[in-house]
T-cell receptor, first 110, second 116 residues
Framework: TQLLEQSPQFLSIQEGENLTVYCNSS?????LQWYRQEPGEGPVLLVTVVTGGEVKKLKRLTFQFGDARKDSSLHITAAQPGDTGLYLCAGDQGAQKLVFGQGTRLTINP | ETGVTQTPRHLVMGMTNKKSLKCEQHLGHNAMYWYKQSAKKPLELMFV???????ENNSVPSRFSPECPNSSHLFLHLHTLQPEDSALYLCASSQKRGLAAAYEQYFGPGTRLTVT
């Protein structure tokens, strides 16, 4: 059973376009994190959201945690080729571990 | 060195070999993790060490044997692996806060393992 479902799994768009990726679950998380992973590297933490309804911005990236703390979204404005990568959401359910989604592989074409 | 380092970055081994993966964290964290990342599968948590004690073994086959000699170092000893064990093995660390969970994790670059 996949606790965290990410959609879409693959997304290829042109530079300058906007996009949103989603991370959904039927489980409640005490916090949720977003990571970006580039080829040949480990995931790098982008943001942690903790409070239901919380919105965090990181330059052109906007992260939102659902009111019920079961889902999250990542919105990128005016995407650039440097945004290309695998985006992973991870939910913190306690017990010293994270549950990861399967990832959204994003390609931004120049 | 900063952050989390892993060696080797690439490893090719036969099914009868014994090898070890090494992870070192320079962040002063007190929890360390091994993950397996395969194509088309989510990151799979293998082991968790907190304050040098193993607190999680996620039904991992015994051909994988972790070792945490201190809070900065983590090893994964490999023996008689199968081709399906080929994957990217990632190490991570975090700062455990009381009874709180993993919270923010910092990953190494991974070891790309190929079992022939």
């Amino acid at each position: 059973t996949q606790l965290l479902e990410q959609s879409p799994q693959f997304l290829s768009i042109q530079e300058g376009e906007n996009l949103t990726v989603y991370c959904n679950s039927s489980s409640v998380f005490s916090s949720l994190q977003w990571y970006r992973q580039e080829p040949g590297e480990g995931p790098v933490l982008l943001v942690t959201v903790v409070t239901g309804g919380e919105v965090k911005k990181l330059k052109r990236l906007t992260f939102q945690f659902g009111d019920a703390r079961k889902d999250s979204s990542l919105h990128i404005t005016a995407a650039q080729p440097g945004d290309t990568g695998l985006y992973l959401c991870a939910g913190d359910q306690g017990a010293q571990k994270l549950v990861f989604g399967q990832g959204t592989r994003l390609t931004i074409n120049p | 060195e900063t952050g989390v380092t892993q060696t080797p970055r690439h490893l090719v081994m036969g099914m009868t070999n014994k090898k070890s993966l090494k992870c070192e964290q320079h962040l002063g964290h007190n929890a360390m993790y091994w993950y397996k990342q395969s194509a088309k599968k989510p990151l799979e948590l293998m082991f968790v060490y907190s304050l040098e004690e193993r607190v999680e073994n996620n039904s991992v086959p015994s051909r994988f044997s972790p070792e945490c000699p201190n809070s900065s170092h983590l090893f994964l000893h490999l023996h008689t692996l199968q081709p399906e064990d080929s994957a990217l093995y990632l190490c991570a660390s975090s700062q455990k806060r009381g009874l709180a969970a993993a919270y923010e994790q910092y990953f190494g670059p991974g070891t790309r393992l190929t079992v022939t």
